[in-house]
């Protein structure tokens, strides 16, 4: 089992950064793909970025790569989504997320745990 904690949310302007970091715990964080996911109001939740369990393999939505990155520091058991540039559109509630199975996954629904979400507001 895994819990999962996000942290880093905020209100920035159009161009700022933030960094999110979701904290785990549990045994099985360090093999445990992980992913971000989003969701605006009235929108269904959406992939944002992944990672593998040894963070060698990312994945990105075309909507964020090039600006958004995800990190993980197995040691600090601690998955983290740096995002620059950020745009309005990019507002919403930030979902952390983990999987049971081997690889990383850009569907919310072959992940096993969730956060409780952080919101991001970008103002214009």
């Known amino acids: 089992q895994v819990q999962l904690v996000e942290s880093g949310g905020g209100l920035v302007q159009a161009g700022g950064s933030l960094r999110l970091s979701c904290a785990a715990s549990g045994r099985t964080f360090s093999t445990s793909p992980m992913g971000w996911f989003r969701q605006a109001p009235g929108k269904e939740r959406e992939f944002v970025s992944s990672i593998g369990w040894y963070g060698g393999t990312t994945y990105y939505s075309d909507s964020v790569k090039g600006r958004f990155t995800i990190s993980r520091d197995n040691a600090k058991n601690t998955v983290y989504l740096q995002m620059n540039s950020l745009k309005p559109e990019d507002t919403a509630v930030y979902y952390c997320?983990?999987?049971?199975?081997?690889?990383?996954?850009?569907?919310?629904?072959?992940?096993?745990?969730w956060g409780q979400g952080t919101q991001v507001t970008v103002s214009s």
């Open positions: 997320a983990g999987r049971a199975a081997a690889l990383p996954s850009i569907h919310s629904s072959d992940y096993d745990y």
